[in-house]
């Protein structure tokens, strides 16, 4: 029988972990190998994809996936890894080992590095395993938020706290050294080519089988690491335990017990990760393969292809011992790096087969039934584990309403308008209000001390109309973006947005993507740049492209100011009414848009959903207010640069006339002549007016400055300009056409120049069309 057919609640072992290709892979690496057992959870609300239990954490995977998995019902369940296994020996004091400088491991005191050197680390680990949150404590302040070279994945790096001679890199989130999605190939290139001084390697201990197996993986790097076992505050608050001390001699590098949350044994982490740095001390254990496991095939395989090999890989400047893994798993690319010759690649070849012969299972199988071996090995040997977790049990009890059949769709519809009517009518409105008066008794103040001092007319129409006018406008919207974001990225991190993903699977598959593509989306309805950018956990290209397409449609944070510009001005009373229609309109015609995509350009099936559910947990604090410092500081910047400029280029050439007269009447501005010439385009869908062409081209520099620009033009009197059909055609326009400069920009940096160009303008097309049909519509009955 397959996993499939397995009945809620039902539990099995694995025989056969059937696919192929990379998806397989992912499979064993998220420990879907055979001999596991595993128990089926749950389906989700439209009855695909499923979610199970395996090692203790919860995986999803879709129908068609599970078919190719085989169990046999027929199996002995010893219950998880020697839970409470009395005669064991286990250390039960906090932080064990702490400040036992050096138990077993002999500390290298010879050949330090010198000492103005300075120390790289990577910090590498499973998503959800608290990477940001240590990179946090870590850092503090100091940190630089870049990107990649070559790509727009978010680099953060920052010197440790108080050794001002370090840089340590928060790496994307992996499960192994074998890529699944191009965020992942950035970690695992990293280390392998940037070579860090250091590795410190976070493994989330509530669920340390899984994390392991990427530490198995980096061992074989032969780079100075330490392990950071992280959530040790849940771990103990459960009444479990590590014995630190025995991993380490198992393991042969430091590891350091701590919760990177609550600030615990971080200054441990750093000492030892500075010492192995500086001292060079590489791994002691690197040999993982138990000669005496099943006969010893996998063992003789890799000894054997290490022989094979090893000149290659230094030239490479491989480690040869994670060389051979990867060529005897079957990794592609390694093998391309190496570049053996023909014969050398019949003989792997031929090793490999030997090695499936024997030990009954194929290549891919046998080397991660091989790592998972030498971890239930080291976990029985270390690890105490309680008996249930509280955090799990709290888990399972909100996902019975937040993943339940009946319950999750209206509870994700009741989340998200709760976060919208927060943001705009409560919190953020009331914010908005204090920041406007705010600018507003700044603006008099500066008025009328202007006037006192008898500044030059010119430049106080500069300042006053033009600087204060067009910036204060947009800064008024800060506390709803920032508010939005709070929101979002809450979900984000308290692990809900994971479980929506799960839920909308089979409905985004219905537009052709799968539920993956929803974190992006929603990202959208704050910022269409960190949406682009989030892409990046898509496995396949196709779906990575279809859904950049599609973030525009998402009516991002930008644009609100233009909407409650207009509907103030047009629909007193009726604001939010119009802003929820704005925005589902926004989803329909991108979910229209999206099927005409699958049918065209993107034909073939949306990607395999294999995802984590992690437990939920509390945001913490601190990565809450560090991400809010980050997208106030990023609008503040906008403002006060992108903005600022706008304003005052616009203000100067509305009040200039082309023989550069200051003028009055500011229809005989250079301005007016420009953008006249966009007005026979324009008049169709009742904009054709100088000014509103104008703004629009300046929302395309940033969407704020629409209104700023308004602010500027119209001084307040926008009812004379146009009709409520036109304020209509406007607002459609406005929430469909091109997305902003820097949206383009990360359009561009991911999928190339063609593609940004190409979103301009069927952006532009879209919005003409919609505006058009909806002002033809409206103009009959107004
Ligand atoms: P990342 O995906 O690896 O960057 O993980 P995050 O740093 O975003 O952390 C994931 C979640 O785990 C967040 O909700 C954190 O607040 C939480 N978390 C991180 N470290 C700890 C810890 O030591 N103890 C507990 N209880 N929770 C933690
Ligand atoms: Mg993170």
Redesign the pocket.
């Known amino acids: 029988m397959t996993l499939k057919d397995l009945a809620i609640g039902e539990s099995a072992c694995i025989s056969k972990t059937g696919g192929n290709g990379e998806l397989r892979q992912h499979f064993l690496d998220m420990g879907v190998i055979p001999g596991t057992i595993v128990k089926k959870v749950k389906l989700a609300p439209m009855g695909d994809p499923i979610e199970f239990d395996v090692n203790g954490y919860e995986l999803t995977m879709r129908l068609a996936d599970a078919e190719k998995i085989e169990v046999s019902k027929d199996f002995k369940d010893d219950g998880p890894i020697n839970a409470n296994n009395d005669d064991l020996h286990v250390n039960k004091t906090i932080h064990p080992g702490l400040g036992e400088d050096g138990k077993y491991h002999s500390k290298g005191d010879e050949n330090p590095l010198p000492d103005d050197i300075v120390l790289t680390y990577a910090l590498v680990?499973?998503?959800?395993?608290?990477?940001?949150?240590?990179f946090n404590q870590l850092t503090g302040s100091n940190q630089h938020v870049g990107n990649f070279p070559g790509v727009t994945v978010d680099r953060k790096d920052g010197a440790i706290k108080g050794h001002t001679n370090t840089l340590v890199t928060d790496l994307p989130?992996i499960y192994s050294m074998s890529p699944y999605s191009s965020e992942e190939i950035i970690s695992r290139n990293f280390v392998l080519h940037e070579k860090p001084h250091g590795i410190i390697n976070?493994v989330d201990a509530t669920n340390i089988e899984r994390n392991l197996y990427l530490t198995m993986q980096l061992l074989e790097m032969d780079i100075p690491m330490v392990i950071a076992l992280?959530?040790?505050?849940?771990v103990m608050g459960n009444g479990g335990s590590v014995d630190v001390n025995k991993m380490e001699e198992l393991l042969g590098v430091p590891v350091i017990p701590?919760?990177?949350?609550?600030n615990q044994g971080v200054d441990e982490l750093v000492k030892h990760a500075i010492h192995v740095a500086h001292f060079q001390e590489k791994p002691l254990q690197q040999d993982f393969c138990d000669k005496n496991n099943e006969g010893g095939a996998v063992h003789r395989a890799i000894h054997a292809v290490i022989h094979l090999i090893q000149d290659h890989a230094q030239k490479a400047g491989i480690p040869v011992r994670f060389a051979a893994s990867k060529l005897l798993e079957g990794d592609k690319r390694i093998l391309y790096q190496l570049d053996l010759d023909v014969n050398e690649k019949e003989i792997l070849e031929h090793i490999a087969l030997q090695m499936e012969n024997e030990r009954k299972l194929d290549r891919s199988a046998a080397i991660a039934d091989m790592r998972y071996s030498y971890i239930r090995n080291v976990c029985r040997k270390t690890v105490h584990k309680p008996h249930e977790s509280k955090e799990r049990i709290r888990s399972q009890k909100i996902d019975t309403l937040l993943t339940g059949k009946y319950t999750a769709i209206p509870f994700f519809i009741l989340i998200m308008a709760c976060v919208f009517f927060l943001t705009f009518n409560v919190i953020g409105a009331f914010l908005q209000g204090l920041f406007e008066q705010g600018i507003d008794a700044l603006t008099a103040l500066a008025d009328s001390g202007l006037s006192a001092l008898g500044t030059n007319e010119v430049l106080h129409a500069l300042i006053i109309d033009g600087i204060f006018a067009g910036v204060g406008s947009v800064l008024s919207f800060l506390p709803i973006i920032v508010i939005l974001f709070l929101f979002l990225s809450i979900l984000e991190?308290?692990?809900y947005i994971a479980r929506v993903a799960f839920v909308m699977d089979t409905l985004l598959r219905k537009i052709g993507l799968s539920g993956r593509s929803i974190v992006p989306l929603l990202i959208g309805f704050g910022c269409t740049v960190p949406a682009v950018m989030s892409t990046r956990i898509l496995p396949s290209e196709r779906d990575r492209k279809m859904t950049i397409l599609l973030t525009p449609f998402m009516s991002c944070t930008a644009k609100l100011p233009i909407y409650a510009f207009f509907t103030a001005a047009f629909f007193p009373g009726r604001g939010g009414l119009i802003m929820t229609i704005l925005y589902v309109c926004g989803i329909i015609i991108g979910i229209l848009v999206a099927m005409l995509y699958r049918k065209t350009l993107f034909k073939g099936e949306p990607v395999p959903f294999v995802m984590e559910l992690?437990n939920y947990?509390?945001?913490?604090v601190k990565?809450t207010a560090q991400l809010l410092w980050e997208k106030a500081k990023d609008f503040l910047e906008r403002a006060f640069t992108v903005i600022f400029i706008a304003t005052i280029v616009i203000w100067f050439l509305q009040s200039f006339s082309p023989h550069l007269h200051f003028i009055e009447d500011s229809s005989q501005s250079i301005l007016a002549k420009i953008s006249a010439l966009l007005e026979p385009i324009m008049k169709p869908i009742g904009l054709g007016d100088w000014r509103i062409c104008t703004s629009l081209i300046s929302g395309v520099m940033a969407k704020e400055s629409v209104v700023s620009t308004m602010e500027i033009l119209f001084a307040g009197n926008i009812s004379t300009a146009i009709t409520g059909a036109g304020a209509i055609s406007l607002l459609v326009f406005s929430l469909l056409y091109s997305p902003c400069i820097a949206a383009i920009a990360s359009i561009k940096r991911e999928l190339g120049r063609k593609w940004a160009v190409g979103v301009l303008l069927w952006q532009c097309a879209i919005a003409w069309i919609c505006s058009f049909a909806v002002y033809s519509i409206a103009t009959l009955f107004m």
Do not use: C, F
């Open positions: 680990g499973n998503q959800n395993s608290g990477k940001t949150t240590l989130g976070i992280n959530m040790m505050d849940e701590i919760s990177a949350a609550k991190d308290s692990g992690p947990r509390l945001p913490s990565n």
